[in-house]
């Protein structure tokens, strides 16, 4: 009853911890929709401009970016919260392999981000605005380009946390590092799949997340290389002298 008692404690802390910053943010929220669509905006042709199908959508799509960026910067603080929780739990050998693999993993994640935002977006656009028939309006409300965008910063995001689980199932003995070299040509063929799957119908946008993950892959591989498994037995745990005959 006291784990539970003080997960809900910690669920809560993390909680008003996004609330607080939310509210800080509250003002900004146009704002940082405008900062979020500046790449569809830099792409659209003289004139075009988004629009807005839902009477409400005008507050609600800046109210929902300025609530994810919120959960963004108090993403550390929900984390040490997490961490709180479980480090009495694990052994010295664990902790010390959990905070690098989870600040690895948090760092990973913010680079798949900005780079959709930074490379991504922007020549995505720029191939729909050049592909764009004659006497076409090419516009877009801002809930269905707020959905892309979400959905694309977790594809990326995702996507450039291939290494670390490459990584943590070598270290861990759950899979040879052998055999994922030998899935090298199914990984391949997979993240052409996925690219199809997460990114628009186009070429450019699937060879940008489907050559990230197979590189990422293979980068995954190259420190592998330097990872041992672990040993059979734990050396946290206590270790009792055989019995005398």
């Known amino acids: 009853m006291s784990h539970l008692i003080e997960l809900r404690d910690r669920l809560i802390r993390a909680l008003l911890s996004i609330l607080i910053v939310f509210l800080c943010l509250f003002y900004w929220a146009k704002d940082l929709y405008a900062l979020l669509a500046q790449p569809l905006l830099a792409s659209l042709p003289q004139g075009g401009q988004m629009i807005a199908t839902d ?3 005008v507050f609600l ?3 929902k970016v300025a609530l994810m960026v919120a959960f963004l910067i108090a993403l550390p603080y929900v984390l040490y919260q ?5 480090a009495p739990g694990l052994y ?15 760092l990973l994640f913010f680079v798949g981000m900005a780079f959709a935002y930074f490379l991504v977006f922007p020549a995505v656009f720029g191939f729909m605005a050049q ?9 877009t409300d801002i809930d269905k380009y707020l959905s892309f965008v979400l959905t694309s910063f977790i594809a990326f995001g995702v996507t450039f946390e291939v290494p670390v689980v490459v990584i ?13 070299q030998g899935w090298r040509p199914y990984i391949i ?17 699937q060879l940008f997340l489907a050559v990230p993950l197979c590189l990422l892959y293979e980068l995954g591989l190259l420190l592998a290389r330097f990872i041992s498994k672990p040993a059979d037995k734990d050396p946290d745990k206590d270790h009792f002298p055989a019995a005398m005959d």
């Open 55 to 57: 009477v409400v959508g």
């Open 61 to 63: 799509v800046p109210m």
């Open 82 to 86: 997490a961490w709180a929780f479980i």
């Open 92 to 106: 010295a050998h664990e902790k010390r392999l959990a905070l690098p693999l989870v600040t690895t993993s948090v």
């Open 131 to 139: 592909i764009a028939p004659e006497g076409v309006a090419w516009m």
């Open 168 to 180: 943590v199932l070598v270290k861990m003995g759950i899979v040879e590092l052998e055999t994922l």
């Open 189 to 205: 063929v997979a993240a052409f799949v996925i690219g199809a799957i997460f990114t628009p119908p186009d070429v450019v946008s």
